[in-house]
């Protein structure tokens, strides 16, 4: 069993809805990523957390808001999503951000946008 | 610049078949460490091994196997006997000292037959 843990595992949403995406991980890692994943492509990086503070955001459109609320927990608040932005969200934790060690990924949540 | 290449996108082999899969990696800096993950149907990317630039030792665990190359810039992975349970998308990754970012190779497919 992975020990990050997504919810949801699917989501279908509109273009004008809200949604949010959770990460939850429990091995006292200290960095948390957002990554996307489209059908038949590696993952991409969105987002890094270090020490509960956003340290990399690579370029994502606004209506993808990061958010981490403690050293465990991480969302990814959705709001007037695209088609295009269909995916495979998945999140990662990592033992220190100043390490490069393995990344620990959960199974993903697959978003549909109609 | 950093990029990594896997070249091999689908292999399909019958179970007890040996396969290698292959990773070339390109980067400028002395220190970085390369990885191998395994994302099988349900989406989680599994962490199998990650290697630092300064180490060249050959790795084995039961029955996966990892072959380092600096002078090749490879990183290759060989399964022996492979399984049904073995079939996924492999991706090969690469990650600099003291950044956040792993870089992904566009994964290999494999298919194991019964």
């Known amino acids: 069993d992975t020990e990050v843990t997504q919810t949801p595992k699917h989501l279908v949403m509109g273009m004008t809805n809200k949604k949010s995406l959770k990460c939850e991980q429990h091995m006292g890692h200290r960095a948390m990523y957002w990554y996307k994943q489209k059908a038949k492509k590696p993952p991409e990086l969105m987002f890094v957390?270090?020490?509960?503070?956003?340290?990399i955001n690579e370029s994502v459109p606004s209506r993808f808001s990061p958010e981490c609320p403690n050293s465990s927990l991480l969302n990814l608040h959705l709001h007037a999503l695209q088609p295009e932005d269909s995916a495979l969200y998945l999140c990662?934790?990592?033992?220190?951000?100043?390490?490069?060690?393995?990344?620990?990924f959960g199974e993903g949540s697959r978003l549909t946008v109609l | 610049a950093q990029k990594v290449t896997q070249a091999q996108t689908e292999i399909s082999v019958v179970e007890k078949e040996d396969v290698t899969l292959d990773c070339v990696y390109e980067?400028?800096?002395?220190?970085?460490?390369l990885f191998w993950y395994k994302q099988p149907p349900s989406g989680e990317l599994v962490f199998l091994i990650r290697?630092?630039?300064?180490?060249?030792q050959n790795e084995i665990s039961g029955r996966y196997s990892w072959n380092f190359q600096k002078s090749t810039s490879s990183f290759n992975f060989t399964i022996t006997a492979s399984q049904v349970v073995d079939s996924a998308v492999y991706f090969c990754?690469?990650?600099?000292?003291?950044?956040?970012?792993?870089?992904f190779g566009s994964g290999t497919r494999l298919l194991v037959r019964p």
């Open positions: 990662a934790s990592s033992q220190d951000p100043r390490e490069t060690g393995e990344l620990f």
């Open positions: 990754a690469l990650r600099m000292d003291s950044s956040y970012k792993l870089i």
């Open positions: 290697r630092n630039s300064f180490d060249e």
């Open positions: 980067t400028r800096d002395t220190t970085y460490y």
């Open positions: 957390y270090s020490y509960e503070k956003l340290s």
